[in-house]
């Protein structure tokens, strides 16, 4: 799920950077922060504002503390519940 949306307005008033998601990975809760463009940041304020749609992410997530870092998505797409 995504649980914050930040980024900045980039070209063509459009906003990319940074996301907050909590994401369940064996079974476990995991916030992680990843930077996203302006197609990926718009899934996400897309299933934030729905409340209780999810997305799908594939990428890597570094070890560390909460939040940890999620670089190198391959995959963004928004799943509805």
Known sequence: MVDELKGELGPGEQREGEVI???LVDGESI??????????????HQA????????KVTGLLH???QPRKLTDVKEFTLVKE
């Open 21 to 23: 998601l909590d994401l």
């Open 48 to 55: 934030y504002g729905q409340g209780k749609s999810y997305i």
């Open 31 to 44: 916030k992680a922060k990843v930077n996203l463009n302006v197609e990926q940041h718009k899934l996400a």
């Open 63 to 65: 070890p560390g503390n």
